[in-house]
């Protein structure tokens, strides 16, 4: 599993990017590092902390001096700089160092050799042949370099495994997962306006849909976005639009008109720090409340959030198969963190999973109701004859069955409760999530979105350390599964990780709406707002504090 | 334009009817007795007699505002979405639906104000459809406030000693824009105005009709200087060049009433052409594969 962390400059800055390796399941980017590789001396002085006692500091000795007394490091200095120009030779000063120690690391940790230089070609395959020259020759070097004595620091890792299912593994960042996930679930048309960290999935939908026979447009603005992707579902496609924090705001008003018209389409939400431009390129869940209440009127929405790189391929499944049984948006909160994390999963059964994207003109029967009370919305896309001879228009006003606009105050409760409804039926469709670890006992961690890992990772910790925990994951979180009260009473506490602020009433997003929609006054919160993933230890710490806070008895 | 997604339709068991205005009317119009939209509404209906599509490949939709009322009003598919977004949703339909005939609605404050943005990039991406801009230059529905059209000195509720702001020059703003078609009528010169929509429905880009359509109710008389019934003149283009650009943008500069007809006419592949280019390149790259094949290679590359 990687983690980047980026800075939100324009002409760059310090990078930083984290590499945790296993041959297990790797559910955390992980608290401590054991090699740190660092370029400059920045690098060392920022990062240094980040290293656990006895492991291995590798720097750059043309550039970085580390303190000769701080002996909590196996400390190896290599001359990567002038080995680098060295190698590749000529006028190229030093670029490729990042290939060098890749290939130092290949060597150190066994790594296939045979796919990174297959991967180093194809990067740089598009662009001067001295370019992909040079590269190999900065791998190679690292490669060669002399390594034993540090080698004997690290465990081998053992060959990748099969899994269970005999399917093969596949490495995807979290955006390309979901954007993939899209594809099959038969989405051929989006818009959007570039954002990050959204853009790249927009990127990718540009470059892939025309291979499929679709398109997706970049439009003038984020309101513009919405509207074609809703322009789209009115064709009778699936459509997708995204953005990142600000831009779903934006689309909050066409998003209303998407909930009145009863008009399939899926948001993606590729969260980040805020409010406003906030910090772009870091981590945060503070959108959820927007997903779910932002928009004028009673708007009742669908919010899913994928809790790994493999989810985001299967929640984009899942948010086409509601967009299209209850005719509805379907929000899809990630974030920066899941967005830009590579991670490896077992690759999906397409042949099982691929939808169809046809458009439905059969013609509709004399009876066809665009918006019938007694049941769910089927939206008749233009070509297909209506057997009446009466023509629908779908419409943002308050309408009767037949679409017309009304003001009939009944009308309005009646198709407010339709609406509502649908989601009300959605609830109890799906399945209570799995309790993992202890069934019942001393506190419950509910999450959402990416902090999964981390959290499953904190409740073998205090496990371990005597408490009995479980752990509960949602990834419905609007409507919100029904049996959750039931499972809660089950502990003594339960605690909401999430990564947001605690807001004016001490709770953070996802905890405000199970205390509101559960009246369970045991529920409470961790939360944080650093930017940043959360670190094991900093649930593990957090979920002591409030219990020693709190005694045994629940905060009323 | 994308075939590939289009199930097929069943053919039509008998050969039809025609197109008439009792098949095309629907809901009787809520706008106000005397108001200009009433003659648009029924041009249209002449356009749609002549032109003979098939009823449910006409597609009629709007944003907000008196004049967007429009496609309840008119027995096709269409759709009344929000204020000034029509537009981005319309090119949406005609994108990807190339069996369709889309027709937007709407009015100035639509068009030209809180929509402008969506005008000017629909109109350079030239796609293919008919945008209708009934302009009465005052904000109706909301009971007369100023306009983005509203002339300077022109009283409401929101300039209540007269408007200070320069309007907008329509012709002006839509030549400059990119749309590849842009005619301008008066919604009392029926025949002008049936003609207009017309050449507008079968040309092939992006096509703008500007309606001078007053409203009766909060500025009446808005439009005299152009109607000879009321004293004023309907002054006809004439010996005009419409693919040249620049004399288009005098014809636009000239004082009110100005002048009526087709301003600017050029043939420009449309983004439907361009789009459906991309997509046959990409499929003559990938050699027709099947969407589970690509969507397999896909994941290969990633192993």
Redesign the interface.
């Known amino acids: 599993m990687t983690y980047m962390t980026i800075p939100a400059t324009i002409s760059g800055g310090p990078s930083i990017f984290q590499v945790r390796m296993g041959t297990g399941d790797i559910l955390s980017a992980g608290d401590q590092a054991d090699l740190l590789v660092a370029f400059y001396q920045d690098s060392y002085e920022n990062h240094i902390g980040f290293l656990r006692p006895g492991g291995v500091l590798l720097y750059d000795a043309d550039h970085v001096k580390p303190d000769p007394e701080d002996r909590r490091f196996t400390a190896v200095g290599l001359p990567i700089t002038s080995r680098t120009v060295e190698a590749v030779g000529g006028s190229s000063k030093d670029k490729g160092k990042n290939l060098f120690v890749l290939g130092l690391l290949a060597r150190l940790f066994e790594l296939d050799v045979a796919k990174l230089t297959g991967l180093i070609r194809d990067r740089f395959g598009g662009r001067a042949e001295d370019i992909v020259r040079n590269a190999m020759l900065a791998f190679d070097a690292g490669y060669g370099y002399p390594t034993d004595g540090l080698r004997a620091c690290f465990f081998r890792l053992e060959g990748p495994q099969v899994s269970a299912g005999g399917r093969?593994?596949?490495?995807?960042d979290g955006n390309?997962a979901l954007t993939?996930g899209l594809?099959?679930a038969g989405v051929?048309?989006g818009?959007g306006y570039p954002i990050t960290p959204w853009s790249s999935i927009m990127e990718t939908l540009r470059t892939?849909l025309?291979?499929?026979?679709?398109?997706f447009?970049q439009?003038?603005?984020e309101?513009?976005?919405i509207?074609?992707?809703?322009?789209?579902a009115?064709?009778?496609?699936l459509?997708v639009t995204g953005s990142s924090g600000p831009g779903l705001s934006l689309k909050m008003?066409?998003l209303g008109?998407a909930t009145m018209?009863e008009m399939p389409v899926i948001v993606i939400n590729v969260q980040r720090g805020g409010p406003s431009t906030g910090l772009p390129t870091n981590v945060e869940q503070s959108d959820l409340l927007q997903a779910i209440y932002g928009s004028h009127g009673d708007s009742p929405r669908v919010v899913l959030a994928p809790r790994n790189v493999e989810e985001c391929f299967y929640v984009a499944l899942e948010a086409a198969r509601i967009a299209r049984k209850f005719s509805t948006p379907v929000i899809i909160l990630t974030d920066q963190g899941l967005a830009t994390r590579i991670e490896a999963f077992d690759?999906?059964n397409?042949?099982a999973l691929?939808a169809n994207?046809?458009?439905?003109?059969?013609?509709r029967g004399a009876d066809f109701k665009p918006y019938p009370l007694d049941s769910i919305t089927r939206h008749?896309?233009?070509?297909?004859?209506?057997a009446s001879?009466?023509?629908?228009?779908?419409?943002?006003?308050e309408h009767d069955e037949l679409g017309?606009?009304s003001g009939n105050p009944q009308m309005h409760q009646k198709m407010t409760e339709k609406r509502r409804e649908k989601l009300r039926t959605l609830a109890g469709e799906v399945p209570v999530p799995e309790v993992y670890g202890d069934p019942e006992g001393d506190v419950l961690l509910v999450g959402w979105g990416s902090t999964w890992g981390p959290i499953r990772e904190a409740v073998g910790r205090l496990r371990a350390d005597g408490a009995q925990v479980g752990q509960l994951h949602l990834t419905q979180i609007n409507p919100l599964p029904l049996g959750l009260g039931e499972i809660f009473r089950r502990y003594r506490h339960v605690l909401v990780i999430e990564m947001n602020d605690q807001g004016v009433y001490g709770f953070g997003q996802l905890a405000m709406l199970l205390r509101a929609s559960l009246a369970l006054a045991h529920i409470d919160s961790v939360a944080k707002t650093d930017g940043l993933t959360f670190k094991v230890s900093e649930i593990v710490d957090g979920v002591n504090r409030r219990l020693s806070l709190n005694g045994h008895g629940a905060r009323v | 334009?994308?075939?590939?997604?289009?199930?097929p339709?069943?053919a039509p068991a008998a050969p039809r009817a025609p197109l008439t205005k009792k098949?095309l009317t629907?809901?009787h119009p809520t706008w106000c007795p005397g108001c200009g939209d009433f003659a648009v509404l029924a041009s249209f209906y002449r356009v749609l007699e002549r032109l003979q599509y098939p009823?449910?490949?006409?597609?009629?939709m709007a944003g907000i505002g008196c004049s967007s009322r429009f496609?309840?009003f008119v027995?096709?598919?269409?759709?009344?979405?929000?204020h000034g977004?029509s537009?981005?949703?319309?090119?949406?339909?005609s994108?990807?639906?190339d069996?369709?005939h889309v027709f937007a609605f709407g009015g100035d404050g639509d068009g030209f104000s809180i929509g402008g943005?969506?005008l000017?990039?629909t109109a350079r991406k030239n796609i293919r459809m008919t945008y209708v801009i009934m302009d009465n230059s005052v904000y109706g529905l909301t009971k007369k406030q100023t306009s983005p059209t509203s002339p300077v000195g022109f009283k409401s509720k929101t300039d209540p000693t007269g408007a200070i702001d320069q309007p907008i020059n329509p012709m002006r703003t839509l030549i400059n824009s990119g749309a590849t078609f842009v005619a301008r009528s008066h919604a009392t010169q029926v025949n002008h105005m049936t003609e207009m929509m017309e050449r507008a429905a079968r040309h092939d880009g992006f096509s703008v009709v500007e309606i001078l359509s007053e409203c009766v109710e909060f500025y009446e008389g808005a439009f005299d200087a152009g109607n000879p019934r009321k004293g004023g003149q309907f002054r006809l283009i004439e010996n005009h060049d419409t693919s040249d650009l620049v004399a288009a943008y005098r014809l636009a500069s000239e004082p009110w009433p100005g002048v009526f007809g087709v301003f600017y006419e050029a043939s420009r592949p449309t983004k439907n052409k361009l789009?459906a280019e991309?997509?046959s390149?990409?499929?003559e790259?990938?050699k027709g594969?099947s969407?589970?094949e690509?969507?397999?290679a896909?994941?290969r590359k990633?192993?």
């Not at chain 1, 025309?210 to 398109?215: A, M, Q, R, S």
């Not at chain 2, 027995?75 to 929000?82: L, S």
Request: charged share 20%; proline share 9%.
């Open positions: 093969p593994q596949v490495t995807l390309t993939y594809i099959a051929r048309y818009a892939e025309p291979k499929y026979g679709g398109t447009v439009t003038e603005d309101l513009a976005a509207a074609y992707a809703l322009g789209f009115y064709s009778g496609h459509a008003e066409a008109w018209a690759e999906p397409l042949e691929m994207p046809s458009v439905d003109l059969a013609e008749a896309p233009p070509g297909a004859r209506i001879g009466k023509y629908p228009t779908v419409s943002g006003l017309h606009p | 334009m994308s075939p590939a997604t289009l199930t339709e069943p098949a629907a809901d009823q449910e490949k006409i597609v009629t496609p309840y027995n096709t598919h269409g759709g009344h979405f929000i977004r537009l981005p949703f319309s090119a949406a339909i994108l990807s639906r069996d369709l943005n969506h000017v990039h789009e991309l997509i390149k990409a499929r790259r990938t594969a969407d589970l690509l969507l397999q896909s994941f990633a192993r």
